[in-house]
């Protein structure tokens, strides 16, 4: 058996998608930037499909700006941000996706920006009075958090955060890449400016996503070359993938309710698994909360053992696909950053299982099945 519980790293395409995609990679070849009528179908396709986004996220289509992903629209956005309205204060966290730490340490490097990090408690959840303390003593600031954390899980008042921005009149920028097709936003009633996407999140194609762009807080162009995308982003359009996002955007709101009650029940039937199997186990963050974390991400610690080490792939062996934190760091000699910063002194070992609507739930008995066997436990029946 082969199971792939690493979603939050990819999702596979949904058929559903591809056959959407389809002509536009065979027939509907023409460059949307053309005035011809080759050109004129794909430009109506592409913006068909940013108005279908911005109905599912309740904003207007010029709000919509389409990139290759989450990694582009998170830079895009906080660099612009800062550039466009001379920013000098950025406050985050230090367990934010490399796409966001990254850029923000460059910036402070080169003497843009001083950089600030709000507290976490023992968990990693924001704390929210400790942000208010930052953003009343740099009221102009960029604050950059995520609306749940792609590997532990954890999921942010963004609301919250959103009303003390507006309150301290400071720019918002939220990368919702792990959240985003997987519940709903309603961007008319967030106080956020900037927000991002990744399509291969949510069963889309890879190499595409979008950032939103709140129209009363416009930035500068991030990529130059030409005016596309409402002279935001030079460059001729990832035409088969904007439409590929957008249906699998749609299909997620479309069975939404569906797939968060059955993924939960996935998630749910692992945690009892492993507590009743593996002594000493338990969840890092807030993961193991149903109430508190991401549906589709569980990040399990557990006990010292030599096989730790060992563990991915050893899983791997088993025709187990896992993860032991971002993707985006895969092949990195350093361990997790975000456990890291948690959990400085751990010794524990840490796997991240993320599911999807495609998972079954005698998936589930046979991952932890062969964690226990690697951890030398016998699962009782």
């Known amino acids: 058996m082969r199971v792939y519980l690493d ?20 027939e509907d070849f023409g460059n949307p930037s053309s005035t011809h009528a080759h050109g004129r ?9 940013r108005k279908k986004i911005a109905e599912l996220v309740n904003c207007t289509p ?23 309205y001379n920013i000098k204060h950025a406050i985050s966290t230090p367990i934010e996706h490399h796409a966001v730490t990254h850029t923000l340490e460059t910036l402070e490097k080169q003497g843009i920006i001083a950089l600030h990090y709000v ?46 921005c507006e309150q301290y009149g400071a720019y918002f920028h939220s990368d919702t890449v792990q959240t985003m097709g997987h519940y709903r936003h309603d961007l008319k009633k967030l106080n956020v400016h900037g927000m991002t996407a990744a399509a291969h999140k949510f069963h889309g194609p890879k190499g595409v996503g979008f950032m939103y762009i709140n129209k009363d807080k416009k930035i500068k162009q991030f990529v130059h070359g030409g005016a596309q995308e409402r002279n935001m982003r030079g460059g001729t ?30 998630k749910k039937k692992m945690i009892e698994q492993l507590k ?50 971002s993707a985006c760091s895969s092949g990195a000699s350093t361990g997790s950053h975000v456990l890291g910063a948690i959990y400085p002194n751990s010794k524990r070992g840490a796997i991240r299982l993320s599911f999807s609507k495609y998972n079954k739930p005698e998936e589930i008995d046979f991952v932890v099945s062969t964690i226990a066997e690697i951890y030398k436990v016998t699962v009782p029946n």
């Open 237 to 266: 359009e990832n035409v088969y993938g904007i439409i590929g996002l957008a249906k699998a955007l749609e299909i997620c709101y479309r069975e939404m309710d569906e797939h968060q009650a059955y993924i939960t029940s996935l």
């Open 62 to 84: 010029g709000e919509i700006i389409f990139t290759s992903g989450g990694t582009e629209a998170d830079n895009a956005i906080i660099r612009c941000a800062i550039e466009t």
């Open 7 to 26: 979603n939050a790293a990819t999702t596979p395409l949904d058929p559903e998608v591809f056959e959407t995609m389809k002509p536009f990679m065979l």
């Open 41 to 49: 179908k794909v430009r109506a396709a592409i913006e068909s499909a």
């Open 276 to 325: 009743a199997s593996i002594p000493g186990v338990s969840f890092n963050g807030n993961s193991g909360d149903l109430s508190k974390s991401l549906y589709t991400v569980l990040n399990v610690s557990l006990p010292e053992n030599e096989e730790n080490e060992m563990l991915l792939f050893n899983l791997d062996m088993q025709g187990i696909s896992a993860s032991g934190g």
């Open 119 to 164: 507290k976490l408690d023992a968990q990693g959840s924001v704390d929210l009075i400790h942000l208010e303390e930052l953003l009343k003593t740099y009221p102009n600031a960029l604050v950059s958090l995520m609306h749940a954390n792609n590997e532990i899980g954890n999921l942010l008042d963004i609301e919250a955060v959103g009303n003390l």
